[in-house]
């Protein structure tokens, strides 16, 4: 059974400062991994998708990297603002399956510290 | 960007008492689905479904029942809350990625439960 975890469960970080988020999986046969945001109260808002065979995939200040065969991917913040506090998820799919079988980790709750 | 909507926002109620929660997506995605979201705990998926007339159980089993008689919509119901069933419910949609890169999931506010 896949299992994701992701350390720390807590970070702080004072604004402007670079970051990573870890996320890391049990088995190593995903089709694509997918970082999420969620916000106090609210739903989660989709970040990034990387597909198995991709390595990386960037959004603006965000980057996430995908090593497959270590079970690991990070999420990289640049220039970190008070705005991206919040709670980030990683979540892995298998093979020929679509959504229904994500798997999430608890998350990583972020605090940018003005 | 997809806009899913759910009602209530919040809802306090007794145990005994039959809830629907609401949930309904404006994009005609095909796909749905439920989560359960404990505080500090991961998602977990309670129901599905494919499209219209479809509706399938998820990984975590739940005594609600959901119907997809509408693309946008999709209720889910408790005949009789319990606290147990005390949690945040979360809606989602997604929509498949040109290039078979996956799906985009895409999530509503959520509606938090508490049963006394």
């Known amino acids: 059974k896949q299992e994701v975890t992701q350390i720390p469960a807590a970070l702080s970080v004072p604004e402007g400062e670079n970051l990573v988020l870890n996320c890391s999986f049990t088995?190593?046969?995903?089709?694509?991994l997918q970082w999420f945001r969620q916000d106090p109260g609210k739903g989660l808002t989709s970040l990034l998708l990387?597909?198995?065979?991709?390595r990386e995939q960037t959004s603006g200040r965000l980057n996430a990297s995908l090593d497959k065969s270590s079970g690991r991917s990070t999420l990289y913040i640049a220039a970190s603002q008070p705005g991206d506090s919040a709670t980030y998820l990683c979540?892995?799919?298998?093979?020929?399956?679509?959504?229904?079988?994500?798997?999430f980790g608890t998350g990583t709750r972020l605090t940018i510290i003005p | 960007e997809a806009d899913i909507y759910q009602t209530p926002r919040y809802l306090v109620i007794g145990t005994g008492k039959k809830i629907t929660l609401e949930c309904s997506q404006t994009?005609?995605?095909?796909?749905m689905y439920w989560y359960q979201q404990d505080p500090g705990m991961e998602l977990h998926l309670i129901h599905y479904?494919?499209?219209?007339?479809?509706?399938e159980k998820g990984d975590l089993s739940s005594e609600s029942t959901v119907s997809r008689i509408r693309t946008e919509h999709f209720p889910l119901t408790l005949e009789s809350a319990r606290p147990s069933h005390t949690s945040q419910y979360l809606c989602?949609?997604?929509?498949?990625?040109?290039?078979?890169?996956?799906?985009?999931?895409?999530f509503g506010p959520g509606t938090r439960l508490l049963v006394l």
């Open positions: 990387i597909q198995s065979s991709q």
């Open positions: 994009m005609g995605h095909d796909k």
């Open positions: 989602a949609s997604s929509v498949p990625q040109p290039g078979h890169l996956g799906e985009t999931q895409y």
């Open positions: 088995d190593s046969a995903i089709y694509n």
């Open positions: 979540a892995v799919s298998p093979p020929n399956f679509g959504n229904e079988k994500l798997t």
């Open positions: 479904s494919y499209g219209v007339n479809s509706t």
